[in-house]
């Protein structure tokens, strides 16, 4: 059962260029999230989605857009990627805020 | 400031032993815990939800400690297949509720046979 799933796995761009990350979902699960996972620094949340097109701002999300038209799309675009964005992307989502989250493959991004 | 600590390990213990880990948060109000499991290079899969009155899964039982604000995450006869990092996961309600979900930044476990 795909569920959650990622595109593209594996992703190298330079900087300047954008790029778009894109996650979609089975479930209808209302909440749908985005992380970067850094050594040292574990799982930050990017942006978050209560519902289609409700957005909001989690703990890193400079230099990050994203939209949620559909209900089971989340895609999250680096208008203009830079190095320090060099980074594994995750997106999950869940059914409330309350419930435990459910993660995709993940997106290895890096950035030249 | 939220925040979930965790000892980051690695911790090595021989195939067969049980293994306890500690997360401590710091926010009082938060509200669900959950132990979740990532191996190397994939993404986190939950493990299991703490609830108050603690909670056992097999050979993996958790506990919550609210008064000291910490959770436990206890692995008995452990297997191989165990090694991974397991990251703390501490939520809190708060309005729209999805922005007080803090992850820490795990512990290492590595099964020696």
């Known amino acids: 059962d795909a569920g959650i799933t990622q595109s593209p796995r594996y992703k190298i761009t330079e900087t300047g260029r954008q790029v778009t990350l894109m996650c979609h979902q089975t479930?209808?699960?209302?909440?749908m999230f985005w992380y970067r996972q850094d050594l040292g620094h574990g799982l930050r949340l990017i942006y978050y989605?209560?519902?289609?097109?409700?957005?909001d701002k989690g703990e890193v999300p400079d230099g990050y857009v994203v939209s949620r038209s559909k209900t089971e799309n989340f895609p999250l675009t680096l208008e203009s990627a830079t190095r320090s964005q060099t980074s594994v992307y995750f997106c999950a989502s869940s059914e409330s805020p309350y419930q435990p989250q459910h993660f995709g493959d993940g997106t290895r991004l890096s950035i030249l | 400031r939220k925040e979930v600590e965790q000892d980051p390990g690695p911790f090595n213990v021989p195939e067969g032993a049980t293994v306890a880990f500690n997360c401590t948060y710091s926010?009082?109000?938060?509200?669900?815990f959950f132990w979740y499991r990532q191996d190397c290079r994939k993404e986190p899969k939950l493990l299991m939800s703490v609830y108050s009155s603690g909670n056992e899964d097999g050979r993996f039982t958790a506990q919550l400690n609210r008064a000291s604000q910490y959770i436990s995450l206890l692995i008995r006869d452990s297997k191989l297949s165990d090694s991974a990092t397991y990251l703390c996961?501490?939520?809190?309600?708060?309005?729209?509720?999805?922005?007080?979900?803090?992850f820490g930044k795990g512990t290492h476990l590595i099964i020696q046979p």
């Open positions: 989605s209560a519902a289609a097109d409700i957005t």
């Open positions: 479930w209808s699960h209302s909440y």
């Open positions: 926010n009082s109000a938060s509200q669900s």
């Open positions: 996961v501490v939520k809190e309600y708060s309005g729209g509720g999805a922005d007080g979900l803090t």
